[in-house]
């Protein structure tokens, strides 16, 4: 299995030592005010990669650094009034991930620092002036997963060749996926396939996002990044296996879960990268000053255990090109 390795990192260095060129004493121990979407119990894989990069630039939690975490449970609706807590708190830096926890803690305060681990179309959701040039109080880094929905189908047909129909799962509450599957009609048709937009919001939906892809015969599934369905990747992976559908989806996180293919961006690699941002802050940076960075990486990543379990075969040429091979 060749593996780009970053989640045996998560686990490992959690646990380790800090590295050399430790950051240095502050005065006082800083204290970052951490929004997360999700649940304490069922966390996205996205702040496990943030505590990492904190341990890579020398902050041990509870010594050097405080880290104040507002758990949304996956209720979005609860976002604002966690972010207004966390404001109240006083404290040096705000970080968090996604588009609700980015403008929770937007809505709740124009001058605390905010960094975003990694969210989708920062710019295009008004949250920023430009890449470049921030212009206010948050940066931070930002996925663009729809840009390569066309190359993911391209990439699935050339994996099965044979697939006809394919249903797009997405979660309705991220605004970027509203073009979705529009914007990859042109590609859909010179592939012969056709699309199926289906939704969910919450793991309670996935059955019936599943019986709906039964209903439009679906005989393949891509899922578009969220941070529900990284969350509970497992669960839909699992379903996705049950109702023998091969899918394709964001991120090698999806892909280690049990999705047959995965392109795209890894999250936890761009919110690990996020933790340099908060120590620049802390520094007396400001966020006008630094620029949004975007995802740069996209490993393919094959599951071959999946791929005996539904029976199917994938190309040697494709096998060759993938960065990641999960055997």
Same mark, same amino acid.
């Given at each position: 299995?060749? !593996?780009?390795?970053?989640?045996?990192?998560?686990?490992?260095?959690?646990?380790?030592?800090?590295?050399?060129?430790?950051?240095?004493?502050?005065?006082?121990?800083?204290?970052?005010?951490?929004?997360?979407?999700?649940?304490?119990? =069922?966390?996205?894989?996205?702040?496990?990669?943030?505590?990492?990069?904190?341990?890579?630039?020398?902050?041990?939690?509870?010594?050097?650094?405080?880290?104040?975490?507002?758990?949304?449970?996956?209720?979005?609706?609860?976002? /604002?009034?966690?972010?207004?807590?966390?404001?109240?708190?006083?404290?040096?830096?705000?970080? @968090?991930?996604?588009?609700?926890?980015?403008?929770?803690?937007?809505?709740?305060?124009?001058?605390?620092?905010?960094?975003?681990?990694?969210?989708?179309?920062?710019?295009?959701?008004?949250?920023?002036?430009?890449?470049? #040039?921030?212009?206010?109080? !948050?940066?931070?880094?930002?996925?663009?997963?729809?840009?390569?929905?066309?190359?993911?189908?391209?990439?699935?047909?050339?994996?099965?060749?044979?697939? @006809? =129909?394919?249903?797009?799962?997405?979660?309705?509450?991220? @605004?970027?996926?509203?073009?979705?599957?529009?914007?990859?009609?042109?590609?859909?048709?010179?592939?012969?396939?056709?699309?199926?937009?289906?939704?969910?919001?919450?793991?309670?939906?996935?059955?019936?996002?599943?019986?709906?892809?039964?209903?439009?015969?679906?005989?393949?599934?891509?899922?578009?990044?969220?941070?529900?369905?990284?969350? #509970?990747?497992?669960?839909?992976?699992?379903?996705?296996?049950?109702?023998?559908?091969?899918?394709?989806?964001?991120?090698? #996180?999806?892909?280690?879960?049990?999705?047959? +293919?995965?392109?795209?961006?890894?999250?936890?690699? +761009?919110?690990?990268?996020?933790?340099?941002?908060?120590?620049?802050?802390?520094?007396?940076?400001?966020?006008?000053?630094? /620029?949004?960075?975007?995802?740069?990486?996209?490993?393919?990543?094959?599951?071959?255990?999946?791929?005996?379990?539904?029976? !199917? @075969?994938?190309?040697?040429?494709?096998?060759?090109?993938?960065?990641?091979?999960?055997?």
């Amino acid at each position: 299995m060749r !593996l780009i390795g970053l989640a045996v990192a998560l686990a490992v260095s959690l646990f380790a030592a800090p590295l050399a060129g430790e950051a240095q004493p502050l005065g006082k121990i800083p204290k970052v005010g951490v929004l997360e979407p999700t649940s304490q119990q =069922r966390l996205a894989p996205c702040i496990f990669a943030f505590q990492l990069g904190l341990r890579h630039l020398g902050y041990v939690e509870g010594q050097t650094i405080l880290l104040d975490y507002r758990y949304g449970e996956g209720q979005l609706d609860r976002l /604002p009034a966690l972010a207004g807590e966390l404001v109240r708190s006083a404290p040096d830096v705000l970080w @968090t991930h996604s588009i609700p926890g980015a403008l929770a803690l937007k809505q709740a305060t124009t001058t605390l620092p905010i960094v975003v681990g990694v969210a989708i179309d920062l710019t295009e959701m008004g949250l920023a002036e430009s890449l470049a #040039h921030p212009g206010g109080n !948050l940066t931070g880094l930002e996925l663009r997963p729809a840009d390569l929905a066309g190359k993911r189908l391209q990439l699935f047909k050339e994996a099965l060749p044979t697939i @006809t =129909r394919v249903a797009i799962l997405v979660d309705p509450a991220w @605004t970027a996926y509203t073009s979705i599957p529009r914007v990859i009609d042109r590609d859909a048709r010179t592939l012969g396939v056709q699309l199926q937009r289906v939704e969910a919001r919450a793991p309670a939906a996935f059955e019936a996002a599943f019986a709906a892809m039964d209903r439009g015969k679906a005989d393949a599934l891509m899922v578009m990044e969220s941070e529900v369905f990284a969350a #509970h990747r497992q669960q839909l992976q699992a379903l996705a296996l049950q109702h023998r559908l091969p899918s394709m989806s964001y991120g090698p #996180h999806h892909a280690e879960a049990g999705s047959l +293919l995965a392109y795209g961006a890894d999250p936890r690699e +761009l919110c690990q990268r996020s933790a340099a941002f908060v120590h620049k802050i802390l520094r007396g940076a400001k966020p006008a000053d630094l /620029p949004i960075e975007r995802a740069d990486k996209f490993p393919l990543v094959v599951n071959l255990k999946t791929a005996k379990a539904l029976r !199917l @075969t994938i190309p040697q040429s494709l096998l060759l090109r993938a960065d990641q091979v999960i055997e």
